[in-house]
């Protein structure tokens, strides 16, 4: 049984999520609130988090937090350029997918499995980018999420589970991390990563 927490602070969305899942004989809706206050997200496998247009840097922060506990899955009505922007934000935060709250029923409960089983949910608009660098940045989405895991301790093990790809894949990502930052050792990418999530809080979860 998948136990699921969803938070949003619109009742309509709030309302209509609730009537979703308590339809699937395999989730339980452990939590239905407007805010994270109080959430006991470490018993949670996963937590459905949606926010109003206003939240700005909260945003970030929330998700991070959460994420360190549980499965974040967030729900965004951004729509147009700003769509990828959104999701990217999001998946750096450390959420697994990102995902709109008017999307087709299959599409929410099969996320929501997805991110209970660990693995990422990438929404289409992103997915061809996440190999791509941003004009600011020298490494691609996938590779600032790996080095993101390895600031948190991840193993290559743990890495590849978290993000639904082979170990062999974590390991080229890291050899290309190193090669584009002119890392010579462990010890350096360490500290190069740590450093990249103290200065722009990017944090994943187990």
């Keep these: ?52 247009p206003s939240d700005g840097v909260a945003r970030g922060r929330q998700i991070t937090e959460l994420s360190h506990k549980t499965s974040v899955l967030i729900l965004s009505w951004a729509r147009g350029p700003e769509e990828r922007e959104e999701a990217v934000r999001c998946l750096r935060a450390g959420a697994r997918g990102v995902l709109h709250p008017d999307a ?33 940045d020298q490494l691609s989405l996938r590779e600032q999420q790996v080095l993101d895991c390895i600031a948190n301790g991840y193993t290559h093990g743990q890495i590849a589970r978290h993000l639904g790809i082979s170990r062999h894949t974590v390991d080229t990502y890291v050899k290309r991390i190193r090669g584009k930052l002119n890392l010579g050792n462990k010890a350096e990418l360490t500290r190069a990563a740590v450093q990249a999530v103290s200065g722009f809080g990017i944090r994943h979860a187990q």
């Design 104 to 136: 087709p029923v299959n599409t929410l409960l099969d996320a929501v499995r997805t991110a209970a089983a660990g693995r990422m949910v990438i929404p289409n608009e992103v997915s061809s980018f996440l190999e791509t660098p941003a004009a600011t």
């Design 1 to 52: 049984m998948i136990r699921l927490g969803i938070i949003d602070p619109r009742p309509v969305i709030l309302h209509g999520l609730r009537y979703v899942f308590n339809k699937a004989q395999e989730v339980t809706i452990e939590v239905s609130q407007s805010n994270t206050n109080g959430v006991p997200s470490n018993t949670l496998d996963v937590v459905l988090l949606g926010f109003c």
